[in-house]
């Protein structure tokens, strides 16, 4: 079992940068791949960014490519994404999730475990 806390959401003015952590309990962590997905009012969830058990492979939705990083410290549980340039449409609940395989993957019904989620919000 695995249990994620995400923390590091908040308001920003367009242009500013967040950087969103997610804090892993369970000895599974290191060998599972984790991603980042948002979900906006009215919108359905959708894949941000996805990272291998090792950090040597990511994936990222196309408007998150350039902006945005994720990366993960193994030593402690933990997996990050680094917003910057941030844009209104980026407002989210941005949730952390695990999957028990350790690849790379966009699919949300790969995905075996999600924390709550943290809220963004980008003003213009």
């Known amino acids: 079992q695995v249990q994620l806390v995400e923390s590091g959401g908040g308001l920003v003015q367009a242009g500013g940068s967040l950087r969103l952590s997610c804090a892993a309990s369970g000895r599974t962590f290191s060998s599972a791949a984790m991603g980042w997905f948002r979900q906006a009012p009215g919108k359905e969830r959708e894949v941000v960014a996805s990272?291998?058990?090792?950090?040597?492979?990511?994936y990222y939705k196309d408007s998150a490519k350039g902006r945005f990083t994720i990366s993960r410290d193994n030593a402690k549980n933990t997996v990050y994404l680094q917003m910057n340039t941030l844009k209104p449409e980026d407002t989210a609940v941005y949730y952390c999730?695990?999957?028990?395989?350790?690849?790379?993957?966009?699919?949300?019904?790969?995905?075996?475990?999600w924390g709550q989620g943290t809220q963004v919000t980008v003003s213009s």
């Open positions: 999730a695990a999957k028990r395989s350790k690849y790379v993957s966009a699919q949300e019904y790969e995905y075996d475990y």
């Open positions: 990272i291998n058990w090792s950090g040597t492979s990511t």
